[in-house]
């Protein structure tokens, strides 16, 4: 050992370094205290602060969107169903330059201006923080896996899957299914937000309008796991969605595609009921329109051309085409002759074509007059006058009567109101009154509106679904009943469609009150005799000049059951003393519209129905042979189904 | 370490106090300190385990390094002191030599210029090697001299070991220059530095706080600062590390979320979350309980490392082994304050237990060293 080494004091310079090494440790051991304090600080006293920032971070809440109840027709056929579609849906808050990202999207899936600028629509309507909003519906499945293959890029978007409808029978059931629309900001002032929040369309028309409430369903919940790009990796807590009820409609699909195929282009709209229950069982209005294209969306062009177009495609004419109902009134005016004594079944008048009110001018023509006063029924009752159709008898009927019988007694039927249980938006008609009158016009009542008034002219407008009524409550023999789309509603469950749908007696179904009116002097002979002369419309033939039902050579010939009608033809513009219509001349709205209504078979009538066709010409030979279509697609049903009548052969089958 | 445990180590004077050779005195390790760290390493791979995603691959290569870092120790346990003592003027000055070399030829990553490399032969960072090059350079100089030491010895030690912690300031790597700075420093306390020294040096550093933020600090280290007092200032930036890093540590609570279930770490909220912020995956899944038997652990390899510099057989073996026993608790306690929102961001390392081979390897070789002096012969 070196001796400069030895002159250090060993002995010392080790106690001098335990003492160090000591002080050091405690140094050490206080700095780790200190560490300590900070992690006791941050897991133990603040845990929860920094347990929710947390579960902040990476946990979102997803609402989950309750598959929309399916709607079925009476014999369980789809009329609106729910397909998977691809979307693209983005999270405002993930994406970082919202326009940047919108041009990538715009280049990869070459979107058109008019999409781009409905993605810009959709977020600048976004609703809540934090929600995947879907901008696009329906990609390509090359869209889709480029939009794979570039997801590195695209923070924030996501392809999701969505349920959106599909109406498998498209313009055929469009006015009366109804359709979905894109929900609006206007939608979700008045439904439920919290409800809707993960729901993209709503009911806005007819059947899927009314029963949005039930058709929804409620919405569901889950936590899903985000990582730092906002991408869910996983999710948990999952509180599914109810799914809306599905309906099942009175509606017969078959019923519906007769009335279009008889329709055959013509502008119209054919209402049926089952006089039983009001059920309706088929609900046509043409033109119409393709439910689908205001799911997938379209472009400002077309939606532009449906709602200008005259002939007003989206217009339910059904429900809301108000038109005279000509000489569908009489068995009305017939009925309330009766009841207020006015005439009998025995008492008989001469027709000679016209009728002219005492000391007045004014000449009012039968439909069978002409200049050289060759027209008229001749001698007529009133069974004749309603196989006949004479105005002339009603004429005089209806300015014997007092107008507040005739109202009252016309309202009793429904007209001037709207009876339909489940379609609101139906129009309610105008079945005139001096009060009216006054209020409308500032008139008196003249005779004259009465006159008119009896052969459902004047100011009197019915819709084809009040004269479908009509129709039904003299099937009824005066049991009116209230139009109902729907049969009942079930549990949109697969299973249950099939294991356990019965026809009848499940708890969704819904009541069909009949109202028998409330008539005392009208009695069950009174009823009797109107349906047989109004049987006579359809089967009377072989009576030589004058003498057939209106209608029996149109439809009467070769028809095998008992159907009762009655024809109309409904003027649009007045035609002027002394002239004769003459279709040619008139434009094509001024032409006559034919009605027609009928019920069959008219013993135990089980469909009761109302034709129109606008402007289409005379009730008999128009709409006559398209109601006799529907009837006769309706008794080959019911046939059909006859001797099957053991509730197995009533099984509802699904799709 | 009891008192009698004391008296026995003193005499006879620079042997072995248990001078009964045994077998692990034969093999220049200390069986304790070995268990104390594999326990470590080994709960480190857990939680790196977790911390690497599933990446089978980042794993194994760390298993690879510790294995390298075992063989490091034992190589360096071999070595007898006076070898160490022999090298250390020359590593120093080579370590210096490479810090400005690194200054003017250095390759660039990430914005600093740290590395050394001789294309297609190797790569290095010298910074790495100062921080042992430094200590042993104190330490050399001091173990001639009589202790404590006197004045003008104490600044020529101060010069020894500003200049290379200037030099990697300004590369800048602030980490590294904080851990060679303050492994030299420890040479000094543990050689008995007058405590006036000390409390005058902290008068100044506070004295002149204002003039280093102004002249000294970079913009980003002074943003660094700030960030630490409002991490909120800005929180997708600056503030981001600390943010998520307390959020992971906070939201684990006394027991943790359990290992591989930290959604911070697992769903990339957490930064560097396998190298620097390895213990908030730590703290997330583990909790409390789990970050705390991490200390005990530091805190009983420290005791076990001081206790046996204390048995060393010549003064520079007793500064060196207690200096690099303190380096190693300053990383400790700069990468656990940092990711614990208590001190700036710098880039430290957990030591043994983030990814990476340098620091584990340079810090087993320290152990390594720990154990030559205290189980070779005095000389």
Same mark, same amino acid.
């Given at each position: ?10 002995? =010392?310079?080790?106690? *001098?370094? @335990?003492? #160090? ?6 140094? +050490? /051991?206080?700095? %780790? ?109 090359? =869209?889709?896996?480029? *939009?794979? @293959?570039? #997801? ?6 996501? +392809? /999701?899957?969505? %349920? ?115 059920? @309706? ?375 | ?379």
């Amino acid at each position: 050992m070196a001796l400069e080494l030895s002159i250090k004091d060993q002995n =010392q310079e080790v106690e *001098l370094f @335990v003492r #160090r090494a000591i002080t050091m440790f405690v140094l +050490v /051991v206080l700095m %780790l205290g200190l560490i300590a304090l900070r992690l006791l600080e941050l897991q133990l006293w603040n845990h929860d602060t920094y347990k929710s920032r947390s579960d902040d971070n990476h946990i979102r809440v997803q609402t989950l969107t309750p598959p929309r109840g399916m709607i079925y027709d009476r014999y369980g056929r789809l009329l609106a169903d729910n397909q998977n579609a691809a979307s693209l849906a983005l999270t405002v808050e993930d994406i970082d330059e919202l326009s940047n990202t919108i041009n990538l999207l715009t280049d990869l899936l070459q979107l058109s201006k008019e999409q781009r600028t409905e993605i810009y629509e959709r977020v600048e309507t976004s609703r809540r923080p934090d929600v995947a909003l879907v901008v696009i519906d329906s990609l390509s499945e090359s =869209q889709v896996a480029r *939009l794979a @293959v570039n #997801r590195h890029l695209l923070p924030g978007i996501e +392809v /999701v899957n969505q %349920l959106v409808r599909f109406y498998p029978f498209g313009r055929v059931a469009a006015h009366a299914v109804g359709s979905v629309r894109r929900l609006t900001d206007e939608d979700l002032r008045d439904a439920d937000p919290v409800q809707y929040s993960a729901t993209t369309f709503i009911g806005k028309r007819g059947v899927e309008a009314y029963y949005e409430q039930q058709l929804h369903g409620q919405v569901g919940y889950q936590k899903a796991e985000t990582d730092a790009l906002g991408r869910v990796r996983k999710t948990f807590d999952v509180q599914s969605p109810t799914p809306g009820k599905a309906l099942r409609l009175h509606l017969d699909i078959d019923l519906q595609q007769a009335g279009v195929v008889a329709l055959d282009g013509r502008r119209g709209a054919i209402v049926a009921l089952d006089p039983r229950t009001g059920g @309706v069982l088929a609900m046509v209005s043409q033109p119409a329109y393709d439910p689908n294209i205001f799911v997938a969306g379209m472009t400002e062009a077309v939606f532009a051309e449906l709602r200008s177009s005259s002939y007003v495609p989206l217009f339910n004419r059904a429900t809301n085409g108000q038109y005279a109902p000509g000489s569908t009134f009489k068995p009305i005016v017939g009925m309330a002759g009766l009841a207020y004594g006015t005439t009998t079944w025995e008492q008989v008048i001469e027709d000679r074509g016209a009728f002219q009110l005492p000391g007045q001018e004014r000449v009012y023509r039968d439909w069978s007059w002409t200049k050289d006063n060759s027209g008229g029924q001749g001698m007529v009752d009133l069974r004749r006058a309603i196989y006949r159709s004479s105005n002339t008898y009603f004429y005089d009927l209806a300015s014997r009567m007092p107008i507040k019988d005739l109202v009252r007694f016309a309202g009793e039927f429904g007209l001037g109101t709207n009876l339909a249980l489940d379609i609101p938006a139906a129009s309610d008609g105008l079945l005139p009154d001096p009060v009216w009158k006054q209020g409308a016009k500032g008139l008196p009542w003249y005779p004259g509106d009465s006159v008119n008034m009896g052969i459902g002219q004047g100011d009197l407008l019915a819709t084809p679904l009040q004269m479908a009524v009509v129709a039904a409550t003299l099937a009824n023999r005066g049991g009116r009943v209230s139009p109902r789309m729907l049969l009942e509603t079930f549990d949109s469950n697969a299973d249950s469609i099939d294991a356990t749908a019965e026809f009848a007696g499940r708890a969704g179904e819904v009541s069909h009150p009949v109202t028998q009116l409330g008539l005392e002097k009208v009695n069950a002979e009174d009823w009797e005799n109107m349906v047989q002369a109004m049987e006579d419309v359809v089967h009377l033939g072989n009576q030589g000049f004058r003498g057939n039902g209106t209608a029996w050579a149109y439809i009467g010939q070769d028809i095998d059951y008992r159907m009762a009608g009655k024809s109309g033809t409904a003027q649009v513009v007045e035609i002027s003393q002394g002239e004769e219509y003459d279709e040619e001349t008139l434009s094509e709205f001024d032409r006559k519209h034919a009605w027609f209504i009928a019920f069959a078979p008219v013993q135990n009538p089980t469909i009761a129905l109302a034709v129109l066709v606008e402007n289409g010409g005379g009730g008999s030979s128009v709409a006559a042979p398209v109601a006799r279509a529907v009837v006769d697609a309706h008794m080959a049903k019911q046939q059909a189904l006859a001797p099957r009548a053991a509730p197995s052969s009533n099984r509802f089958v699904a799709r | 370490m009891s008192n009698t445990d004391f008296q026995r180590s003193l005499s006879p004077y620079g042997a072995p106090a248990d001078s009964a050779p045994r077998w692990y005195f034969r093999l220049h390790i200390d069986p304790i300190l070995v268990a104390l760290l594999s326990v470590l390493i080994a709960y480190g791979l857990v939680v790196l385990r977790s911390a690497v995603d599933g990446n089978e691959a980042l794993f194994n290569a760390q298993l690879q390094r510790m294995g390298i870092a075992y063989i490091a120790l034992i190589v360096a346990a071999q070595i007898p002191p006076h070898f160490y003592l022999r090298m250390a003027p020359l590593i120093y000055l080579l370590g210096l030599l490479f810090l400005v070399l690194v200054l003017f030829f250095g390759v660039s990553v990430k914005g600093s210029q740290r590395w050394l490399e001789v294309p297609g032969l190797l790569r290095f960072q010298p910074s790495e090697l100062m921080k042992l090059a430094v200590p042993m350079a104190v330490a050399w100089y001091l173990q001639k001299r009589s202790l404590p030491p006197r004045s003008k010895y104490t600044l020529i030690c101060l010069v020894i070991i500003t200049v290379p912690a200037l030099l990697i300031g300004r590369q800048p790597d602030l980490g590294t220059s904080i851990l060679v700075f303050g492994a030299g420093i420890s040479v000094l306390l543990l050689a008995g530095l007058a405590w006036r020294w000390v409390l005058w040096s902290v008068v100044v550093i506070v004295a002149a706080a204002p003039l280093l933020w102004q002249f000294v600090l970079e913009g980003y280290q002074r943003q660094r600062i700030l960030t630490l007092f409002d991490p909120q200032s800005d929180p997708l930036g600056a503030g981001w590390n600390i943010i998520q890093s307390t959020t992971a540590i906070g939201s684990g609570g006394l027991f943790g979320k359990g290992l591989f279930q930290g959604s911070q770490s697992h769903l990339n909220f957490l930064p560097e979350a396998r190298t620097d912020f390895i213990v908030a995956v730590m703290g997330e899944e583990l909790g409390f309980v789990g970050i705390a038997l991490l200390l005990v652990l530091y805190l009983l390899i420290i005791a076990r490392g001081l206790w046996l510099a204390t048995q060393a057989g010549s003064t520079f073996g007793r500064l060196l082994a207690g200096a690099f026993v303190l380096t190693f608790f300053v990383y400790l306690f700069v990468n656990v304050a940092m990711v614990s929102g208590i001190l700036p961001v710098v880039g430290v390392p957990l030591p043994l237990v983030s990814y990476g081979g340098t620091s584990a390897i340079t810090l087993m070789a320290g152990f390594g060293v720990i154990m030559s002096v205290r189980t070779h012969k005095a000389w």
